[in-house]
């Protein structure tokens, strides 16, 4: 499979920042300026829990940045899967991808995993559990920065057509399974030494990075035949399922070890977290919004690509088809045959309500679980095997 022109390898010409003033994406994008100090506030609480809890804590927080922004950089890469495009932020690392993005893998990786050890279960069913909470940490995120162009998404590409609330289904299978992924190969590193030396930290770290993804999409390759070859419905019932089997079957064998008290900071941190993105929903207003950055191509309609499934998609996003949550009415004008790079204006909502019951009831069961997990319902708590 051939590689597209890398991340940081388009045209100069391109009119992308390293930093922007907060002032200006404030007037452009608030809503965004907010998530992107939020999640990086976030990633930095991480580690100061990480170097709290010792050498296992610090090799998850910084095998998730590594894992997860090799996982963006290849995705970006390879032509028949790119189907994503960040808005720009504040401070950008390369022209398609912002600071805060590997800051987001550190909060969904990161805090599931170690959320996860505390219950004492095996590797598989830790594994299983993390996934699951990951994705009850990121669906919200996804809902609220689809619609206010954090980022924006090929519009028919086929693996992220289905979607709920603007986010992808096939999206929620990747989180699931990705962190998943990256916690089992963790404990593996961790299981195996225990005290995490310097040759378990740099083994392991290679090992997450050439497998995460790897073994990612074999899960995504089997699962996805539930719904014909493309995540769906189906997929994402079948993901949910098998992980919940795992974790009843390692719950039945978990072991408790010393007395832990509630991990407040991250517990009030993930609460903040969630509440923060239901006032982005209730206060932010989409259509004043406007992303001036890289885009998927304008061109033509109904020019035939082919995506990572075989399935045919269209190469270029057109003004007379398109279906995606933006116009572009506040710029009065139409991007250019091959432009890459165009303002696209948010659309209001056409159902509010339902936003704000899908954010607020995922951050209400986010609470609950992380709360579980980090030991505010119980006065023992567990420690990984």
Not at 141 to 161: E, Q, R, S
Not at 185 to 206: C, H, I, N, Q
Request: glycine share 10%.
């Amino acid at each position: 499979m051939m590689m597209s022109t890398l991340p940081w390898q388009l045209p100069a010409d391109l009119p992308w920042r390293v930093f922007k003033s907060p002032a200006e994406q404030w007037a452009d994008m608030p809503s965004f300026l907010v998530g992107e100090l939020l999640f990086i506030a976030l990633a930095g609480l991480a580690l100061w829990h990480a170097r709290r809890n010792g050498r296992a804590h610090v090799f998850a927080w910084v095998a998730a940045i590594i894992a997860g922004t090799a996982n963006d950089m290849i995705f970006m890469a390879l032509p028949l899967v790119d189907n994503f495009w960040q808005a720009q932020a504040t401070v950008m690392l390369t022209p398609r991808l912002p600071l805060y993005i590997p800051c987001v893998y550190v909060c969904f990786m990161y805090l599931p995993t170690v959320a996860a050890w505390r219950l004492g279960l095996n590797r598989w069913s830790g594994a299983a559990l993390t996934g699951l909470a990951a994705i009850v940490f990121y669906a919200p995120y996804d809902i609220v920065g689809a619609k206010f162009l954090w980022w924006t998404w090929h519009d028919t590409d086929a693996p992220i057509a289905a979607r709920i609330l603007g986010a992808p289904i096939g999206s929620s299978v990747w989180v699931i399974t990705f962190a998943a992924t990256f916690a089992w190969l963790v404990r593996w590193t961790v299981d195996k030494d225990p005290e995490v030396s310097r040759r378990g930290f740099a083994l392991g770290l290679l090992r997450i990075a050439l497998l995460s993804s790897f073994l990612m999409v074999l899960q995504m390759t089997a699962l996805q035949q539930l719904d014909g070859g493309v995540p769906g419905p189906r997929t994402l019932a079948g993901v949910a399922l098998i992980y919940l089997g795992l974790i009843l079957w390692g719950a039945r064998g978990a072991r408790r070890v010393a007395e832990r008290v509630w991990d407040r900071p991250l517990a009030c941190a993930i609460a903040v977290y969630y509440g923060a993105l239901l006032a982005i929903v209730a206060l932010s207003v989409p259509e004043a919004h406007r992303s001036a950055s890289l885009h998927q191509t304008y061109g033509p309609c109904h020019v035939e690509a082919t995506d990572i499934t075989g399935a045919t998609r269209f190469k270029f996003v057109c003004a007379e088809d398109y279906e995606e949550d933006y116009t572009f009415d506040c710029v009065g004008q139409l991007p250019g045959e091959g432009d890459e790079w165009y303002t696209v204006c948010g659309r209001p909502h056409t159902n509010k309500a339902a936003w704000l019951g899908g954010v607020g009831g995922l951050g209400a069961l986010g609470v609950g679980l992380f709360g579980f997990m980090l030991g505010l319902f119980r006065r023992r708590a567990a420690a990984p095997r």
